[in-house]
């Protein structure tokens, strides 16, 4: 990933070899492009910033432009709330994946089924803990989804 940079501030990000070629079309270039050669032309390589571990209630994003740290431009991180657009989202991939594992298991109820009673038992138990996720209190980005039998 790569930034061009102007006075010292971003002027474009992201950015490619193949756009400063365009930009400088009677402009010969090597095959590869070092950093010093990158720098030449006011381009430099971005690192990416580890990303941080954010809060069950919270999401780290990507920033939208890189920043000098240590003289390395890097794309950092921003810790948010969730949106009430992103839990919504979420809540209904949940329950999405909390269907699919009932509709799974549906079997395991059903009168001809050939379990024996306990073992019928710990999967309707189960089957009760997966229409409760929707009750936890982590709901819908902290869940602690039920193990099956």
């Known amino acids: 990933m790569l930034v061009k940079i102007v006075n010292d501030a971003v002027d474009t990000f992201p950015y490619s070899v193949r756009k400063l070629k365009k930009e400088n079309p009677n402009t010969s270039f090597p095959k590869e492009m070092p950093p ?13 910033a580890t990303k941080p571990t954010p809060a069950p209630s919270q999401t780290a994003v990507p920033d939208d432009s890189p920043a000098l740290v240590d003289s390395v431009w890097t794309l950092g991180w921003t810790v948010r709330d969730w949106t009430a657009e992103e839990l919504s989202r979420l809540a209904r991939n949940a329950r999405y994946d909390r269907d699919e594992k009932l509709s799974e298991s549906d079997w395991t109820q059903m009168p001809d089924s050939p379990l024996d009673s306990t073992t019928k038992a710990s999967w309707a138990t189960y089957r009760t803990a997966l229409r409760d ?12 989804w039920p193990t099956a039998p």
């Open 36 to 48: 010093e050669a990158l720098a030449e032309w006011g381009v430099y390589r971005v690192e990416t």
């Open 133 to 144: 996720v929707t009750e936890q209190s982590g709901f819908p980005t902290d869940i602690t």
